[in-house]
């Protein structure tokens, strides 16, 4: 155990010494991420959400699960049934 805390000691004291040894390139790092995080947060309005995407697309109901899917995605089978999936239209075709 002490082996232990004095491995740690020495590996602070080396950590120390380099970081006092390049302190004006760490200031520099620190200052350019503060930079960046100033232009992210400028450029982000405040206050607001972004708008979720709109889908302009009608939904049509499953005929067998009476799922809302969009009717671009929807399964026809003639002109007045749709399903969501291949699975319902399986499964409706096999329960007639």
């Avoid at 390049?22 to 930079?35: K, P």
């Avoid at 089978?77 to 409706?92: H, M, Q, V």
């Amino acid at each position: 155990m002490r082996e232990a805390i004095i491995i740690l000691a020495v590996i602070a004291i080396l950590a120390g010494l380099t970081l006092f040894k390049y302190r004006r390139q760490v200031r520099m790092m620190i200052e350019f991420w503060r930079s960046i995080r100033k232009l992210q947060q400028a450029s982000r309005p405040h206050g607001e959400m972004p708008e979720p995407p709109r889908n302009e697309g009608k939904l049509v109901s499953c005929a067998r699960c009476r799922t809302w899917v969009p009717e671009e995605r929807a399964i026809r089978l003639g002109k007045t049934a749709t399903y969501c999936s291949t699975d319902c239209l399986e499964k409706s075709a096999t329960a007639v």
